[in-house]
C-alpha cells in the first residue's frame, strides 16, 4: 500500500468538497473492496475520506418507501425491523452477504457505487424501483448501473440514500460461488400491484439487468410453474471460470422459480 492521508469529515458536505478537490481524492466506507485493492498498488489515492461521521446510517419508512443511509452496513440491513416488516427479501438478502466480518463492515452505498457484476444489492435496487439520492441529484437504477464496476456516478459525487418501493411479495434467491459468496447468479423477483419485476445480477456481461422473459411469463400468472417452459439464451451471458454462459441461463430460471416460491409463501 502507497502512503496515504485518512481524513474523517464531520458532515457529507465537508465529505463532497474534500472529494472535489482532486482526482487522487477517493471516499471509503466499509473498505471491503477498496482496500484489498489499495494494499495490492492496484489503486493509488492521495486522500482516503471516512463517511462514518457524515450521518448517513439512516432506516427510515415513509409513505410506503424505505430508505435506506449509503453508510447502512449489510449487518444493519439484516438486522433492521422494520426492513424485515415491510421487506423481508432484503433483510435476508443482506444477511447472505459474503462472510461476517463483510456483513458488519460493507455497506450499501459502497456496494452500489462498486457495482460488482456479481453483488446482491444491485439485483435488489433494480427490482425495487430503486432511486440513489446524491451529493448532486437523484438517479434512477436503470440509469445508475452502466456496465462492469461502472456506474453514472461523477468522480466527485457521493451516494448519500437509496430508496426503495416495498412490493406486495419478494424474494432473493442466489447461487453462491462457494468461496466468497458472491452471486454465481442471483435472482431479485419483486410483485408490484401492477407490474413483476425481475432483476439478475451476477450473469449478464454487462453487469445487473431485468429479465423481460421471466418478468412476462410471472405478469400471465405469478406461479414457479409459469417458467416451467421458460429456457433463456445464453446470449449476453458471462462466462467464465466459475460457469459456462448456457449454465447461468439455466441457473437464472432455477432462482427465479425458488424466488417465486419464496415470495408466495410469505
Ligand atoms: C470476501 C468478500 C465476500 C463478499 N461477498 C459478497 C456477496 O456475497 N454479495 C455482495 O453483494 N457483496 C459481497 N462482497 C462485497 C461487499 O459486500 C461490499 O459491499 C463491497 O465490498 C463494497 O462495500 P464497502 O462499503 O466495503 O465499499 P468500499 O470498499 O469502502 O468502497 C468501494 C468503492 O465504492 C466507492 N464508494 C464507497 N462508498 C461510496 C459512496 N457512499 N458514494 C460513492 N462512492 C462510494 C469507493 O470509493 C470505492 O471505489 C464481498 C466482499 C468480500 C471482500
Known amino acids: 500500500m502507497y502512503s496515504l492521508t485518512y481524513i474523517k469529515p464531520d458532515s457529507i458536505d465537508k465529505a463532497a468538497s474534500l472529494l472535489a478537490e482532486s482526482d487522487e481524492h477517493k471516499v471509503v466506507s466499509g473498505g471491503m473492496t477498496l482496500l484489498p485493492t489499495l494494499k495490492q498498488r492496484l489503486a493509488r489515492v492521495e486522500k482516503l475520506i471516512g463517511l462514518e461521521d457524515c450521518g448517513l446510517n439512516n432506516i427510515a419508512l415513509n409513505s410506503g418507501i424505505l430508505t435506506i443511509g449509503a453508510m447502512a452496513s449489510h449487518y444493519d440491513v439484516s438486522h433492521s425491523a422494520d426492513i424485515n416488516a415491510k421487506n423481508p427479501a432484503l433483510v435476508e438478502l443482506a444477511s447472505h452477504i459474503g462472510d461476517r466480518q463483510v456483513r458488519n463492515r460493507g455497506t450499501i452505498g459502497g456496494s452500489l457505487a462498486n457495482n460488482d457484476p456479481s453483488a446482491c444489492y444491485p439485483a435488489a435496487v433494480m427490482a425495487l424501483k ?40 419478494a424474494a432473493y434467491e442466489k447461487f453462491p460461488n462457494p468461496a466468497s459468496r458472491y452471486a454465481m447468479v442471483g435472482v431479485f423477483v419483486a410483485k408490484f400491484p401492477s407490474e413483476i419485476r425481475v432483476a439478475v445480477t451476477g450473469a449478464g456481461e454487462n453487469g445487473v439487468y431485468r429479465c423481460s422473459e421471466i418478468e412476462h411469463a410471472l405478469s400471465n400468472s405469478f406461479s414457479a410453474d409459469s417458467l416451467s417452459d421458460i429456457t433463456l439464451s445464453a446470449e449476453g451471458l458471462m462466462s467464465d471460470i466459475h460457469a459456462e454462459a448456457d449454465y447461468r441461463a439455466h441457473l437464472i430460471v432455477e432462482m427465479a422459480r425458488r424466488a417465486v416460491n419464496k415470495a408466495s409463501s410469505r
Open 130 to 169: 430503486g432511486t440513489i439520492l446524491t451529493t448532486k441529484r437523484e438517479i434512477e437504477a436503470e440509469e445508475f448501473f452502466v456496465d462492469l464496476f461502472e456506474t453514472c456516478l461523477e468522480e466527485d459525487e457521493i451516494i448519500k440514500s437509496v430508496s426503495l418501493l416495498i412490493p406486495e411479495a
